[in-house]
């Protein structure tokens, strides 16, 4: 067999096109979990999952216990289905190997190896990526994720503004199964005649502040808006725990590594900009190009070093004992004079 995208399966799978193996890893759970509970929900019937289908966690099972349920014959059904979650938890995994170079093909066993990369070198992978449809599902870049979020929201037949898309992204990063999780519940927060997600709908069903969260802050800073900024540190400041400083700085780092890039790019064109710059929306290409008129390049090189210097003193590196709050109004005080 052979390795597949998550849609490629996906779409077998609605067609009834049936692998006796399934071996599905990687470091985004999303995927692994979306194709393991589709085969589970929907290629047995109601009637003959009670007779024909079996789930086993790693952890509480062995290869012994998974290939004999995987050798039986379905009772009153064309197949039966055997999931192994949680398989990288299975202290014998390597003795799978038996199984699938050789499965029964009535049986769709479904092996969910989750939040690592196979080691190839081993025959057992060897064996099983070339024995079964095999799935590689790798996490998104940052850059990535509002690219996605825009595409399950279509799929839905809704859309999210650009802003709204970076708050989710601040605050639940690219962990895919999260972020569907809250689209689903802002979908149904939406109003009968509403198809579009906002930043208050955002702030109003998640909690997530439309005014102070690093995506504002970023915006502040890119400006030299510095009222803004300090009101926006002052609430991070009194609110620590949702806003962790070495977080803020993560951020903004990212943010003038890219001005700095946006120096060199030739061709200043939006659309160009964003691919050079690797930011998947055009819409905030001018956050960059208005960030690069309030510093010049030389300032930027040096608010870089800074946010490296503030990044180490926040982790009390040379046994710094300075608050966070305080170390993050002193930081950006000295990036906006």
């Known amino acids: ?148 979020i825009s595409g399950y929201l279509s799929s839905k037949g809704c859309s999210i503004e650009p802003k709204a898309s970076a708050m989710l992204l601040e605050f639940l990063g690219s962990d895919l199964s999260k972020i569907s999780n809250e689209l689903d519940k802002l979908i149904i927060s939406l109003g009968e005649n509403e198809k579009t997600i906002t930043p208050v709908l955002i702030e109003r069903n998640i909690g997530i502040s439309k005014d102070y969260n690093n995506f504002e802050l970023q915006n502040a800073i890119g400006k030299r808006d510095v009222v803004k900024a300090n009101r926006i540190i002052n609430y991070f400041a009194d609110n620590q725990k949702n806003h962790p400083v070495v977080l803020t700085i993560t951020i903004l780092f990212a943010f003038f590594s890219r001005v700095l890039i946006y120096y060199w790019i030739k061709d200043k064109s939006k659309d160009n900009v964003a691919r050079e710059l690797g930011i998947r929306s055009s819409f905030f290409v001018k956050d960059y190009v208005e960030a690069a008129r309030n510093y010049n390049a030389n300032k930027v090189i040096d608010i870089i070093s800074l946010l490296r210097e503030y990044d180490l003193k926040s982790k009390g590196y040379k046994g710094t004992t300075i608050e966070p709050g305080d170390l993050l109004k002193e930081l950006i005080f000295k990036i906006l004079h």
């Open 1 to 148: 067999m052979a390795a597949k995208t998550f849609e490629q399966i996906l779409t077998d799978l609605k067609k009834k096109q049936y692998a006796p193996v399934y071996f599905l890893t990687g470091e985004e759970s999303y995927y692994i979990d979306m194709i393991s509970d589709y085969i589970q929900d929907h290629v047995l019937t109601e009637a003959e999952r009670s007779f024909n289908q079996t789930i086993l966690y790693g952890k509480d099972t062995d290869a012994l216990t998974v290939m004999n349920a995987a050798k039986r014959f379905p009772m009153m059904s064309s197949h039966q289905v055997v999931i192994v979650k949680e398989a990288q938890e299975m202290k014998d995994f390597e003795l799978l190997q038996h199984y699938v170079e050789n499965p029964l093909k009535s049986t769709l066993l479904v092996i969910d190896y989750k939040y690592k990369k196979p080691d190839r070198r081993k025959k057992e992978f060897k064996s099983l990526i070339q024995h079964s449809v095999f799935l590689e599902a790798k996490k998104l870049y940052d850059n990535e994720v509002p690219s996605w």
